[in-house]
C-alpha cells in the first residue's frame, strides 16, 4: 500500500517499484552471487549541462559513453553552482533510467530539506544522528571465514579512520581476534553488538581501556545504523542522507561504511548489460556533496567504488570546493573521471586537472554559474545557468 500510495496511482510507476525495490534476490546464496535485476534496459544516457559559449549551442554528455568512464566530478567555490548542476544531473539520469540513487550530503546537510528532490527521485530522507540508517551493513559476513575475516579487516580499516589517535599493532590484533567471530557466527550485526565485543574481550583477556574502546563507546552514543534492510534492498531504492549534526567521527564512519557495503555488494554481482552500441546499463547513482573530506581520507570503499564498478552499472558524481581538494588524494581520482565540470574557484589546478585540460587553466576568472569543461579533448566554456 505504501508503493502504491507513492506511484500517485500510476499502474506503470506501481510495477516499476515493485520490480526494483521488491522482487530482489539474496545477493548471496549457496555462496554464489545473485544479480539484481537491471533498472532499465541499455540505451544512451545523455544530460544537458549548459549552453556553450560563443556560440550558444546546447551541451550535452553522454554518461554511459563507449571507452571513457562514466564518473563525474564537479568543483567550485560556494555560491557558483556546483551543487546546483549536480542536482541537475542526477535528476536528468534518474529520469532516463528510473535508477535508484544514493545521495550522501556531508556538508551542512540543507539537502534533506529539499522536498522536491525526495519526491522526484522518490528517496527517503535520513537525517543522522535522528535517523538511523536501516543497512545491516555486515550483510553475509557468516558465510564464510574468509568473508568474515576481509569484514573484519575492512571495518577495522574505518574504524581507525576516525580515531584521533592512531592505534598500534597490539590493538589492531584485537580488534581482528575480538571481532572474527562475532562476524563469522551472527546476522544483522549492529554497531552495539560490536562495541559489546570488543568490551567483553578486553575484559576476558584482562587489558585495560585505551583509545579503541574509547571511540567505540563515542560512536555509540547514538544509534547509527540498524542491520534491518539488506543491501539487495537497500540499494535498489533511493536515499538522501545527510550528516548535518552529526560529528565528524560519526560523519565519517557512517559514510565509510556505506561505501564499503555498497562496494561488497557490487563485487558479487554480474556486469550490467550493454546494447548493440556499447552503451552500458545504469543500475545505481551515487552522489557525495562536499566530498574534500572523504577524499582526503583515502578510503578503500570509495577508491573501489570509483575505479572498479563501473562495469556494474554504477556512476559516481562527487561535488567539492575546489581541485585542490583531490590532491594527494592518494588514488588519482581524477584520473577515473569522465567529465569533469570546474566552475569558480582560487584554487591552483593540480597536475593531473592540468593534464585534463592539455596545459594551464584559470578558474578564477570564472563567472558565477559558468563552468569549464572538455569536449572532444579540448576545454569548453559552458553557461549553466
Avoid at 561535488?319 to 588524494?329: L, R, T, V
Wanted: contains cysteine.
Amino acid at each position: 500500500m505504501d508503493d502504491w500510495n507513492e506511484a500517485e496511482g500510476g499502474y506503470k510507476k506501481f510495477v516499476e517499484m515493485l520490480i526494483t525495490r521488491r522482487a530482489v534476490l539474496p545477493d548471496r546464496l549457496g555462496g554464489n552471487a545473485t544479480p539484481i535485476a537491471e533498472t532499465v534496459s541499455s540505451g544512451a544516457v545523455n544530460i544537458k549541462i549548459g549552453k556553450e559559449e560563443g556560440n550558444g549551442e546546447p551541451f550535452a554528455w553522454t554518461v554511459n559513453g563507449v571507452g571513457y568512464s562514466p564518473h563525474i566530478a564537479i568543483m567550485g567555490q560556494v555560491g557558483s553552482g556546483k551543487t546546483r548542476t549536480m542536482l541537475e544531473a542526477i535528476l536528468q539520469m534518474h529520469r532516463q533510467t528510473q535508477a535508484p540513487v544514493l545521495l550522501l550530503d556531508l556538508g551542512k546537510g540543507e539537502l534533506a530539506d529539499n522536498a522536491e528532490l525526495a519526491r522526484e527521485l522518490g528517496a527517503e530522507v535520513l537525517r543522522v544522528p535522528q535517523n538511523p540508517i536501516g543497512l545491516d551493513m555486515f550483510h553475509g559476513s557468516c558465510a564464510s571465514e574468509d568473508i568474515a575475516s576481509d569484514t573484519v579487516l575492512g571495518f577495522r580499516d574505518s574504524l581507525t579512520k576516525v580515531m584521533q589517535s592512531r592505534p598500534g599493532g597490539k590493538q589492531l590484533d584485537h580488534i581482528r581476534e575480538a571481532l572474527k567471530p562475532l562476524f563469522s557466527r551472527n546476522v544483522r550485526i549492529s554497531m552495539e553488538g560490536v562495541r559489546d565485543c570488543l568490551k567483553n574481550y578486553y575484559e576476558e583477556n584482562e587489558i585495560n581501556i585505551d583509545s579503541v574502546i574509547s571511540a567505540i563507546n563515542d560512536l555509540t552514543e547514538r544509534t547509527i545504523f540498524r542491520p534491518e534492510i539488506a543491501p539487495a534492498d537497500f540499494f535498489s531504492r533511493s536515499w538522501i542522507i545527510t550528516f548535518g549534526q552529526a560529528r565528524d567521527t560519526v560523519k565519517n564512519l557512517a559514510a565509510y561504511l556505506l561505501l564499503d557495503a555498497l562496494n561488497v555488494f557490487l563485487k558479487n554481482l554480474q556486469e550490467a548489460s550493454r546494447d548493440s552500441e556499447g552503451h552500458r546499463a545504469i543500475r545505481l547513482i551515487l552522489a557525495v556533496d562536499e566530498a574534500k573530506n572523504l577524499l582526503a581520507s583515502r578510503h578503500q570503499g570509495l577508491s573501489d567504488n570509483i575505479r572498479l564498478h563501473r562495469s556494474k552499472g554504477l556512476v559516481v558524481l562527487l561535488a567539492s570546493q575546489s581541485p585542490d581538494d583531490y590532491k594527494g588524494a592518494g588514488d588519482d581520482y581524477l584520473e577515473n573521471i569522465g567529465l569533469p565540470i570546474c566552475f569558480k574557484t582560487n584554487a591552483v589546478a593540480t597536475a593531473v586537472i592540468q593534464n585534463m585540460f592539455k596545459g594551464k587553466v584559470n578558474f578564477a576568472a570564472l563567472d558565477t554559474g559558468v563552468c569549464l569543461t572538455l569536449k572532444d579533448g579540448r576545454a569548453l566554456r559552458v553557461k549553466t545557468f
